[in-house]
């Protein structure tokens, strides 16, 4: 018997599913939402941005980080005017910013190319478009994909710039609605894009940009929910996406972070990300965050409930096995629904030939919350915080493991 598991199986073990996470030092200069970084030749880069000094509007700044003595060396402002809301990356050793706003009175269409052994911009053909803040700004192949994004109507269209050329071309629009904040990033021979919201519409929509064919494929939805203003990005193959808010534009409750298998069309997800906040909503709206030697540095944002400005910063490796659950379509001798829940979990054995015995439930950190004998197919979890948890299954051949979201 085949069916399809909202999520399913997990990578678990007995062991305490421990988090990876490090603690860096703060500083006034991780201090900022909207943040934008790049890294080049094993150094990364900060600019721009909104801190508490700028608020509400951008700034110009510019900095250099050095993971060896964990520290930020200013360097001259970025010339092309202070703003927030901008997105950056690189290819070909070199890095590529533009976009954003500086007060939401006006929108910046232009492109800028930095040079790290000179340490010079360049500024390069602005875009057609008309400008925006919050796009996607993806570099692939030689090109560089730009669209969605605010200014100040929300958009859907989506432009090439070509780097050899330095020349912009009209690419098929994104098959969905318009929209701010989306996630984005290169992965395989494809580029993605999706999720972000419109006014009080928020979205979990995800899909696929073929450079060659110019064409756009819906994939699946996030398997959490819609998901806004977090961070983004792609290394050794795959992509990820960290933190943010969710529905109705709440900071996430957990610091979720996410791993997209694109081959599979899945989705994994990582320990969390750190974070203590007063109102117990660990994830944060425009953080920042940079890849440097196999590590994500993982900085910045705002909790809004609490108004709080962070400049705590954390390093993950990234290459370190880590616990993930797969959102797939598989053969299982269970599964479990809905899932999300509120209150009952009801399972529903597809082996004919297995005898449960028991079921355990474990949280993020392999802790086991509860072990009961299994007398019926419901499992109350009504009494747990929401949040991503395991249920394991013992029977009488196997011990199976499924994952679920209380809500």
């Known amino acids: 018997m085949r069916f399809i598991l909202i999520l399913s199986a997990i990578l678990f073990s007995a062991s305490p599913l421990l988090s990876q996470w490090v603690q860096k030092n703060s500083s006034v200069v991780t201090q900022r939402h909207h943040p934008v ?6 150094t990364a880069y ?8 700028s608020n509400p509007n ?17 360097l001259d402002d970025f010339p092309g005017g202070a703003r927030s809301y901008a997105y950056a990356a690189t290819y070909g050793g070199k890095a590529y910013f533009g976009f954003g706003s500086f007060d939401f009175n006006s929108f910046f269409n232009d492109l800028w190319k930095f040079n790290h052994e000179t340490q010079e911009w360049t500024e390069l053909t602005p875009c057609p478009c008309a400008g925006r803040a919050h796009p996607a700004f993806v570099a692939h192949n030689g090109k560089i994909f ?17 780097i050899a050329t330095d020349e912009w071309t009209q690419r098929p629009s994104l098959p969905g609605p318009g929209r701010h904040h989306p996630y984005h990033f290169a992965a395989g021979d494809y580029v993605y894009a999706g999720f972000g919201h419109s006014g009080s519409n928020y979205y979990a929509d995800w899909y696929k940009y073929d450079p060659v064919e110019h064409s756009w494929t819906r994939m699946n ?11 983004e990005f792609s290394h050794n193959g795959y992509g990820y996406v960290i933190s943010g808010d969710g529905d109705n534009h709440l900071n996430l409750q957990d610091g979720e972070f996410w791993r997209y298998e694109h081959e599979e069309d899945s989705w994994s997800r990582l320990p969390d990300h750190p974070g203590n906040p007063s109102d117990g909503r660990v994830g944060r709206w425009a953080p920042g965050a940079f890849v440097l030697k196999d590590h ?31 959102i797939a379509v598989e053969d299982h001798a269970f599964q479990i629904y809905p899932n999300p829940a509120s209150d009952y979990l009801t399972l529903e054995i597809a082996d004919e ?16 919350l509860m072990r009961l004998p299994l007398t019926g197919n419901r499992v109350d979890i009504s009494e747990l915080s929401n949040g991503l948890y395991f249920l394991q299954l013992e029977s009488n051949s196997a011990t199976e493991v499924r994952s679920f979201i209380k809500n």
């Open 146 to 162: 730009v669209g969605l994004g605010q200014g100040p109507a929300d958009r859907n269209d989506w432009w090439e710039y070509d």
């Open 221 to 231: 939805d996030h398997p959490a929910g819609p998901r806004v203003a977090g961070q």
């Open 37 to 42: 970084t790049f890294t080049l030749d094993d």
């Open 58 to 74: 951008g700034t110009s700044s510019f900095f250099r980080y050095n993971d060896e003595q964990d520290n930020w060396t200013q």
């Open 353 to 368: 030939t297995l005898e449960p015995k028991r079921v355990s439930v474990f949280d993020l950190q392999g802790r086991e």
């Open 296 to 326: 994500v540095y993982f900085f910045g944002g705002v909790n809004r409930g609490g108004q709080i400005l962070f400049g705590d910063m954390y390093k993950f490796h990234l290459e370190t096995p880590t616990p993930t659950t797969d």
């Open 46 to 53: 900060l600019l721009t941005g909104t801190t508490i000094q």
